[in-house]
Every structure is written in C-alpha cells, then in structure tokens.
C-alpha cells in the first residue's frame, strides 16, 4: 500500500539556521506529493505540493523536490523564523479525488 | 469565503454517550473527509466522501458513521463513545483540480474528549 515515512522530531533549531526534513514515500504509479504545516492549536495547510517527478514546489521560503529515483520529497528552507515553529506533514495522494496518506509529522521548535 | 466550518470546536462526552460532528465547505468541492489526529500518529482517515451519495470507509472506520447530507455537509456520528475516540478530528474537503491532484482544505478540528 501507499505509505510516507518522514523524520522523528522534535527538531529544534536557532532562528537563520538552516532546516531539513526529511520524507521518502511508498506508492504505486505517480503519485502527487505534498507538504502540509499546522500551527498551534489550528488546522493544516497546504504549505507546497508537486505533481511530477522533478517538479519543485515552493512556498514562504519553503522549497521540496519530487525525487521519483529516491522516492522522496525533502522539505528545506534556508534560513527560519522563529514564526516556523508548527507541525509539519508529508503527504502523498495516489489517486485524484481519494483520500492523502500522512506521515506522522516533525515538531519543528524554533528558538531566537 | 469561509472555506471549511467545523462544529463544535470543543466537546466532552462521557463513555456511551452519542455526538455527531458537523462539517460544512462552500468552495462547491466534490470530495470530503473526515480525519482523526493522535499524538504521534498522524492523520489516520476515517471515512470519505468521494462524491455527493457516496460514502467509503478509511483506515480506522470502526465506532464511526457517516452522512453526506448534500454536497456542502458531511457529518461524522460517534454512536456510543469510548475513551479510545478521545482525539482531535478534522474535516477536508477537495475539487479536481485541472492537474488531477487532490490539494485538500482543512477544518479548524474538533477538540473531543471521551471521559
């Protein structure tokens, strides 16, 4: 079945210091792949997606790249906020109109 | 546009008691959902509603119904609550988007706790 792993948190980091999380996926065909954020005590939002292999999705400084050879989708951001500071998921739909498969979510903490 | 409303905000039941959770969407979306949030799980889907009339089981179904009223509301009824459904539920919704993917929308989630 389809599935998403993405790395245990939580991760903190100082603000300006350089983020990566991880995620690798499990899918039949092609799948589309997403990166969701949910800050405290809200619901998700899409932060970034892409639809093909290569594609890069981008968004508030946030950059992944749909790796199809390396099934992943790392999520990156070259300098964060203390204002990152949320959840974030990696998420992957194999079938338009169904349901998206999560991972479990990285707790990102970022101190001043 | 209010995007996707969820109702109540917060709720404490006591075991075996009933609720039904409410979701509407105004963005005219075909499919919706309905998702369970536990710590360190994730988002486990419970039921989706691919289109208006239809209604399928996700991953974690069991203790759950559903009704897809119409095609803006999408009720999930817990009909004799357990501990276990202690959790925080979202609900989302999603058009077909002109590429094909499924970019979902999100309810703000409701806080249940099953004493």
Not at chain 1, 92 to 101: D, I, M, T
Request: aromatic letters at 12%.
């Amino acid at each position: 079945g389809n599935s998403v792993t993405q790395m245990e948190g939580p991760v903190t980091l100082s603000e300006e210091a350089f983020l990566t999380i991880n995620c690798t996926y499990t899918a039949t065909g092609y799948p589309s792949l997403f990166w969701y954020v949910q800050y405290p005590g809200e619901g998700l939002q899409l932060l970034l997606k892409a639809t093909k292999a290569d594609d890069k999705g981008s968004n508030k400084g946030f950059e992944a790249t749909y790796r199809k050879e390396t099934t992943s989708f790392h999520l990156e951001k070259g300098s964060v906020q203390v204002s990152d500071s949320a959840v974030y998921f990696c998420a992957l739909s194999a079938n338009s109109g169904y349901a998206l498969n999560f991972g479990k979510g990285t707790s990102l903490l970022v101190t001043p | 546009n209010a995007g996707v409303t969820q109702t109540p905000k917060f709720q404490v039941l006591k075991t075996g008691q009933s609720m039904t959770l409410q979701c509407a969407q105004d963005m005219n979306h075909n499919s919706m959902y309905w998702y369970r949030q536990d710590p360190g799980m994730g988002l486990r889907l419970i039921y989706y509603s691919a289109s208006e009339g239809t209604t399928d089981k996700g991953e974690v179904p069991n203790g759950y119904n559903v009704s897809r009223l119409n095609k803006r509301e999408f009720s999930l009824r817990l009909e004799s609550a357990a501990p276990s459904q202690t959790s925080v539920y979202f609900c989302a919704s999603s058009g077909q988007g002109v590429t094909g993917y499924n970019e979902q929308f999100f309810g703000p989630g409701t806080r249940l706790t099953v004493l």
